[in-house]
C-alpha cells in the first residue's frame, strides 16, 4: 500500500496543478474594453477622475524587453506570463469633470493637509481602478475593480498644502504635488475577485490644479506621469493582464481556485481510503 499511497498523493498535488494550468493555457482570452482610474484623498471628494483614451496589445518587441527585466528567470516568466494576455491602457491625463467639493469642505481640507505636514502626521491618497469587458462567461466578473492606499510624505503634504493655498506667502514656486508608487504599472485581471498590481512595479505621478472663471469658479486637477516614456504623451500608461477563462464546465472548477479545489480532492479521497480500510 506504500507505493500505492505515495503515487495517490503526488496525484493529488500535481493533478489539480496540471489541470489548472492546462485550463488557463487553453481558455479563451477575455481582453479589457475600458478602464477608469480615480485619485482621492481619504475622507474627501475625489480628486480625480478619467477614462481610458485607448487601449491596444502589446508588440513582441515590448514583450521582449519585458521579459529581458526578469531574465534571471525568463523561462518561468514566459511560461506564467504570455504575450497576448497583455494591453497597454493609455488613460486620459485630463479629468472627465471639474473636481466637486464644496467651499466648507475645501477649507476643511487645506486645514487638515496643513496640520499633518506641520505635525508631521499622515494624510492618505487613495488610488483606484475600474475594468470592464465583454461578457463572455458566468464564470468572469464583468467589472473588476481595485485600489491602493499611499501615504503621503511630509514633503509631498507640504506640496499639497501650497497647491491648495497658492496664496501663503511660504509657498512660493511650489504649484504641483508629486507622489510616488501612485499606481500599479502592471495590473492583473483575473476572471473574478479584486483588481491587484503585479510584477512590483509602479507608476508615479504629478498633480496639478487649474482654476477657471469663465463660467463661474471652478477648478480641476490633472495628472502626469513621472518619468513617462513619451514626453508627448497626453496620458497616463498601464498594462492590463487578464487572465483566461475557462472553457465550458471547467468555468465554475476554476473560480473556486486551486487550493480550494485540492483541499476538496485530498479530502474526498483520504474519506475513501479510510472507508475502505475500516472495511
Sequence with gaps: YGAVLVLLFLGLIWGPLFFFSLVTE????????SMSIEVSLEGFQPLFTARQLNISNMTDSEYHQLVDKYKDDTAQFASIYRIDNFQNVCISNQPASIWVISPPAREQLVAKVQASF?????????????????????AAQIHLSGQRSVVLSNETLRQLYCT?????????????????NLFPYYIRAPNTGESK??????????????????SGSSEWWTLEEVNGTDPAAAGIKLWVYSDRVAPGIFGSIVSIGYVHFGIQRVTNYTTAMLLQLEC
Design 164 to 180: 491648495l493655498n497658492h496664496t501663503d506667502s511660504n509657498c512660493s514656486g511650489i504649484s504641483t504635488v508629486m507622489v510616488k
Design 26 to 33: 487553453t481558455g479563451s482570452l477575455n481582453p479589457a474594453t
Design 118 to 138: 506641520q505635525s508631521n502626521g499622515s494624510l492618505n491618497l487613495l488610488s483606484s481602478w475600474t475594468i470592464s469587458r465583454t461578457p463572455i462567461s458566468t
Design 197 to 214: 498590481g503585479i510584477l512590483k512595479e509602479n507608476v508615479g505621478c504629478i498633480l496639478s490644479l487649474s482654476s477657471s472663471n469663465f
